[in-house]
Protein backbone atom coordinates (compact mmCIF):
# COMPACT_ATOMS: atom_id res chain seq x y z
CA UNK A 1 0.00 0.00 0.00
CA UNK A 2 1.30 3.30 -0.83
CA UNK A 3 2.78 5.86 1.66
CA UNK A 4 0.50 8.23 0.17
CA UNK A 5 -2.88 6.46 0.56
CA UNK A 6 -1.83 5.99 3.80
CA UNK A 7 -1.06 9.53 4.69
CA UNK A 8 -4.08 10.30 2.90
CA UNK A 9 -6.58 8.48 5.26
CA UNK A 10 -4.22 9.81 8.69
CA UNK A 11 -4.99 13.61 7.87
CA UNK A 12 -8.55 13.40 7.28
CA UNK A 13 -10.16 15.36 10.05
CA UNK A 14 -12.20 12.15 11.60
CA UNK A 15 -9.30 10.27 11.83
CA UNK A 16 -8.52 12.63 14.93
CA UNK A 17 -11.88 12.03 16.51
CA UNK A 18 -11.99 10.46 19.56
CA UNK A 19 -15.72 9.67 20.19
CA UNK A 20 -16.12 5.99 22.20
CA UNK A 21 -17.20 3.23 19.68
CA UNK A 22 -20.91 2.21 19.23
CA UNK A 23 -20.80 -0.39 21.26
CA UNK A 24 -19.15 0.96 24.18
CA UNK A 25 -22.47 3.94 23.95
CA UNK A 26 -25.02 1.37 23.58
CA UNK A 27 -23.65 -0.86 26.22
CA UNK A 28 -23.55 2.02 28.34
CA UNK A 29 -27.74 2.57 27.74
CA UNK A 30 -28.09 -0.97 28.62
CA UNK A 31 -26.94 -0.60 31.58
CA UNK A 32 -29.27 2.54 32.32
CA UNK A 33 -32.12 0.19 31.19
CA UNK A 34 -30.36 -2.65 33.41
CA UNK A 35 -30.39 0.62 36.79
CA UNK A 36 -34.45 0.98 36.13
CA UNK A 37 -35.20 -2.28 35.35
CA UNK A 38 -33.23 -5.31 36.82
CA UNK A 39 -35.31 -8.22 35.17
CA UNK A 40 -34.19 -6.49 31.39
CA UNK A 41 -30.98 -8.30 32.71
CA UNK A 42 -31.16 -10.33 36.17
CA UNK A 43 -28.67 -8.08 37.88
CA UNK A 44 -29.39 -8.07 41.62
CA UNK A 45 -28.84 -4.96 43.36
CA UNK A 46 -28.04 -5.63 46.96
CA UNK A 47 -28.51 -2.64 48.58
CA UNK A 48 -29.76 1.08 47.86
CA UNK A 49 -26.25 1.77 48.55
CA UNK A 50 -25.28 -0.49 46.03
CA UNK A 51 -28.13 1.04 43.41
CA UNK A 52 -26.37 4.63 43.75
CA UNK A 53 -22.95 3.47 43.65
CA UNK A 54 -23.86 2.34 40.09
CA UNK A 55 -25.61 5.37 39.20
CA UNK A 56 -22.45 7.01 40.01
CA UNK A 57 -20.62 4.69 37.52
CA UNK A 58 -23.22 4.97 35.31
CA UNK A 59 -22.65 9.12 35.05
CA UNK A 60 -19.11 9.04 35.20
CA UNK A 61 -19.37 7.47 32.06
CA UNK A 62 -22.00 9.66 30.66
CA UNK A 63 -19.69 12.10 31.11
CA UNK A 64 -16.47 10.12 30.13
CA UNK A 65 -18.34 9.72 26.82
CA UNK A 66 -19.92 13.09 25.92
CA UNK A 67 -16.77 14.41 27.24
CA UNK A 68 -15.21 12.84 23.79
CA UNK A 69 -18.06 13.48 21.68
CA UNK A 70 -18.67 17.05 21.90
CA UNK A 71 -17.72 20.27 21.76
CA UNK A 72 -18.71 21.04 25.28
CA UNK A 73 -16.41 22.33 27.94
CA UNK A 74 -15.26 20.02 30.56
CA UNK A 75 -17.90 21.78 33.11
CA UNK A 76 -20.38 21.87 30.78
CA UNK A 77 -20.21 17.90 30.86
CA UNK A 78 -20.32 17.08 33.83
CA UNK A 79 -23.08 19.04 34.14
CA UNK A 80 -25.27 17.56 31.52
CA UNK A 81 -24.55 14.33 32.84
CA UNK A 82 -25.81 15.12 36.17
CA UNK A 83 -28.81 16.76 34.10
CA UNK A 84 -29.37 14.06 32.13
CA UNK A 85 -29.61 11.41 35.75
CA UNK A 86 -31.76 14.24 37.60
CA UNK A 87 -34.52 13.63 35.04
CA UNK A 88 -33.93 9.60 35.38
CA UNK A 89 -37.35 9.48 37.57
CA UNK A 90 -39.34 11.42 35.03
CA UNK A 91 -37.91 8.66 32.69
CA UNK A 92 -38.60 5.91 34.67
CA UNK A 93 -41.89 7.11 35.10
CA UNK A 94 -42.78 7.49 31.23
CA UNK A 95 -40.97 4.22 30.30
CA UNK A 96 -43.45 2.64 33.23
CA UNK A 97 -46.36 4.22 31.10
CA UNK A 98 -44.92 2.50 28.02
CA UNK A 99 -45.03 -0.81 29.87
CA UNK A 100 -48.28 -0.93 30.81
CA UNK A 101 -49.57 0.16 27.03
CA UNK A 102 -48.14 -3.08 25.92
CA UNK A 103 -49.05 -5.47 28.95
CA UNK A 104 -52.76 -4.18 28.71
CA UNK A 105 -53.06 -3.94 24.94
CA UNK A 106 -50.99 -7.61 23.65
CA UNK A 107 -53.54 -10.31 25.13
CA UNK A 108 -50.37 -12.22 24.19
CA UNK A 109 -48.61 -10.48 27.28
CA UNK A 110 -48.94 -12.83 30.84
CA UNK A 111 -46.82 -10.03 32.39
CA UNK A 112 -44.94 -6.64 33.13
CA UNK A 113 -41.68 -8.74 33.59
CA UNK A 114 -42.08 -10.42 30.29
CA UNK A 115 -42.90 -6.97 28.46
CA UNK A 116 -39.56 -5.68 30.27
CA UNK A 117 -37.47 -8.82 29.39
CA UNK A 118 -38.83 -10.38 25.82
CA UNK A 119 -40.26 -7.31 23.81
CA UNK A 120 -38.54 -5.80 21.05
CA UNK A 121 -40.27 -3.01 21.01
CA UNK A 122 -40.04 -2.13 24.60
CA UNK A 123 -36.46 -2.20 23.82
CA UNK A 124 -36.25 0.07 21.24
CA UNK A 125 -38.56 2.42 23.07
CA UNK A 126 -36.51 2.53 26.29
CA UNK A 127 -33.49 3.02 23.28
CA UNK A 128 -35.40 5.99 21.62
CA UNK A 129 -36.51 7.84 25.45
CA UNK A 130 -32.82 7.82 26.59
CA UNK A 131 -31.99 9.14 23.29
CA UNK A 132 -34.52 12.06 23.39
CA UNK A 133 -33.34 12.59 26.66
CA UNK A 134 -29.88 13.61 25.49
CA UNK A 135 -30.72 14.82 22.45
CA UNK A 136 -32.93 17.72 24.35
CA UNK A 137 -29.83 18.13 26.15
CA UNK A 138 -27.90 19.16 23.23
CA UNK A 139 -25.59 16.61 23.13
CA UNK A 140 -24.59 15.57 19.07
CA UNK A 141 -24.35 11.74 17.68
CA UNK A 142 -24.74 9.69 20.74
CA UNK A 143 -28.44 9.83 20.62
CA UNK A 144 -28.62 8.47 16.78
CA UNK A 145 -26.09 6.32 17.66
CA UNK A 146 -28.45 4.41 20.63
CA UNK A 147 -31.65 4.47 18.22
CA UNK A 148 -29.39 2.87 15.56
CA UNK A 149 -28.80 0.28 17.96
CA UNK A 150 -32.17 -0.21 18.70
CA UNK A 151 -32.86 -0.24 14.91
CA UNK A 152 -30.19 -2.98 14.09
CA UNK A 153 -31.72 -4.76 17.29
CA UNK A 154 -35.10 -4.50 17.02
CA UNK A 155 -36.20 -3.65 12.88
CA UNK A 156 -37.91 -0.24 14.77
CA UNK A 157 -36.37 3.04 13.85
CA UNK A 158 -37.28 6.22 15.50
CA UNK A 159 -35.35 9.33 15.35
CA UNK A 160 -34.34 10.33 18.53
CA UNK A 161 -35.88 14.13 17.89
CA UNK A 162 -39.40 12.88 17.20
CA UNK A 163 -41.88 13.37 19.91
CA UNK A 164 -43.65 10.88 21.54
CA UNK A 165 -46.44 10.67 23.98
CA UNK A 166 -46.88 8.69 27.22
CA UNK A 167 -48.64 4.99 27.12
CA UNK A 168 -46.84 4.33 23.45
CA UNK A 169 -47.38 0.85 22.19
CA UNK A 170 -45.35 -0.74 19.55
CA UNK A 171 -46.47 -4.67 18.44
CA UNK A 172 -44.08 -7.09 16.74
CA UNK A 173 -42.44 -3.91 15.52
CA UNK A 174 -40.22 -4.88 12.61
CA UNK A 175 -40.15 -2.29 10.12
CA UNK A 176 -41.24 0.68 11.95
CA UNK A 177 -40.10 3.83 10.24
CA UNK A 178 -40.99 7.16 12.65
CA UNK A 179 -38.88 10.58 11.21
CA UNK A 180 -37.20 13.48 12.77
CA UNK A 181 -39.67 15.49 13.25
CA UNK A 182 -42.83 13.57 13.56
CA UNK A 183 -44.94 13.96 16.48
CA UNK A 184 -47.30 11.51 18.29
CA UNK A 185 -49.52 11.71 21.29
CA UNK A 186 -50.44 9.71 23.74
CA UNK A 187 -51.82 5.98 23.97
CA UNK A 188 -50.99 5.55 20.23
CA UNK A 189 -50.42 2.26 19.07
CA UNK A 190 -48.48 0.79 15.99
CA UNK A 191 -48.14 -2.35 14.33
CA UNK A 192 -45.10 -3.91 11.98
CA UNK A 193 -44.37 -2.02 8.98
CA UNK A 194 -45.64 1.56 9.98
CA UNK A 195 -43.78 3.94 8.17
CA UNK A 196 -44.61 8.15 9.38
CA UNK A 197 -42.09 9.86 6.86
CA UNK A 198 -41.68 12.36 4.14
CA UNK A 199 -43.45 13.20 1.19
CA UNK A 200 -39.72 14.61 -0.04
CA UNK A 201 -36.72 13.76 1.40
CA UNK A 202 -34.61 16.75 -0.47
CA UNK A 203 -31.71 18.18 1.72
CA UNK A 204 -33.03 21.66 1.72
CA UNK A 205 -35.81 20.46 3.93
CA UNK A 206 -33.28 20.04 6.47
CA UNK A 207 -34.88 21.55 9.90
CA UNK A 208 -38.80 21.74 8.21
CA UNK A 209 -41.83 19.56 9.72
CA UNK A 210 -41.62 17.02 7.19
CA UNK A 211 -43.34 14.02 9.12
CA UNK A 212 -47.24 13.58 10.38
CA UNK A 213 -48.57 14.43 13.42
CA UNK A 214 -50.48 11.71 14.71
CA UNK A 215 -53.05 11.97 17.64
CA UNK A 216 -54.17 10.65 21.34
CA UNK A 217 -55.41 6.93 21.06
CA UNK A 218 -54.71 6.22 17.10
CA UNK A 219 -54.14 2.69 15.85
CA UNK A 220 -52.19 2.24 12.81
CA UNK A 221 -52.19 -1.36 11.37
CA UNK A 222 -49.37 -2.93 9.82
CA UNK A 223 -47.85 -2.17 6.07
CA UNK A 224 -49.34 1.70 6.60
CA UNK A 225 -47.61 4.52 5.72
CA UNK A 226 -48.48 8.45 6.41
CA UNK A 227 -46.11 10.74 4.78
CA UNK A 228 -46.08 14.61 5.30
CA UNK A 229 -45.83 17.65 7.73
CA UNK A 230 -48.68 18.72 7.62
CA UNK A 231 -50.41 15.53 7.39
CA UNK A 232 -52.28 14.95 10.88
CA UNK A 233 -54.18 11.98 12.00
CA UNK A 234 -56.85 13.37 14.36
CA UNK A 235 -57.40 11.59 17.61
CA UNK A 236 -59.19 8.01 18.14
CA UNK A 237 -58.90 7.26 14.53
CA UNK A 238 -57.93 3.82 13.38
CA UNK A 239 -55.38 3.73 10.22
CA UNK A 240 -56.07 0.09 8.36
CA UNK A 241 -53.19 -2.00 7.15
CA UNK A 242 -51.80 -1.05 3.82
CA UNK A 243 -53.06 2.50 3.65
CA UNK A 244 -51.26 5.22 2.31
CA UNK A 245 -52.40 8.66 3.48
CA UNK A 246 -50.76 11.94 2.63
CA UNK A 247 -53.74 13.95 3.53
CA UNK A 248 -54.99 14.72 7.26
CA UNK A 249 -58.04 12.96 8.57
CA UNK A 250 -60.70 14.51 11.34
CA UNK A 251 -60.61 12.88 14.69
CA UNK A 252 -62.74 9.29 14.80
CA UNK A 253 -61.84 8.44 11.48
CA UNK A 254 -61.81 4.95 10.01
CA UNK A 255 -58.77 5.09 7.05
CA UNK A 256 -58.70 1.66 5.13
CA UNK A 257 -58.86 -0.02 1.66
CA UNK A 258 -60.59 -2.57 0.22
CA UNK A 259 -58.09 -4.61 -2.03
CA UNK A 260 -59.80 -7.61 -4.85
CA UNK A 261 -58.96 -10.86 -3.65
CA UNK A 262 -59.68 -14.07 -5.99
CA UNK A 263 -59.62 -17.48 -4.65
CA UNK A 264 -59.42 -20.20 -7.11
CA UNK A 265 -59.50 -23.91 -5.49
CA UNK A 266 -56.92 -25.81 -7.18
CA UNK A 267 -58.75 -28.89 -7.47
CA UNK A 268 -61.58 -27.40 -9.45
CA UNK A 269 -61.64 -28.16 -12.42
CA UNK A 270 -61.49 -25.01 -14.77
Same mark, same amino acid.
Given at each position: ?171 ? *???? /? #? &????? %? @??? +?? $? ?36 ? *???? /? #? &????? %? @??? +?? $? ?25
Amino acid at each position: MEDQFLNYLFDKPNRKVSIPSNEIISEWAKKVVHFLFPESSGKIFASAEELKKYAIELEHDLFGIISKSCELQHTDCKETSMRFFDQLPELYRILNTDITAIYEGDPAAVSRFEVVRSYPGFYAICFYRIAHLLFNLGIPIIPRILTEHAHSRTGVDIHPAAIIGEYFYIDH *GTGI /V #I &GETAV %I @GQY +VK $LYQGVTLGALSVRKVLAGVKRHPTVGDRVVIYSGATIL *GGET /V #I &GHDSI %I @GGN +VW $LTESIEPFSTAYHSPIINIRNTKQTS
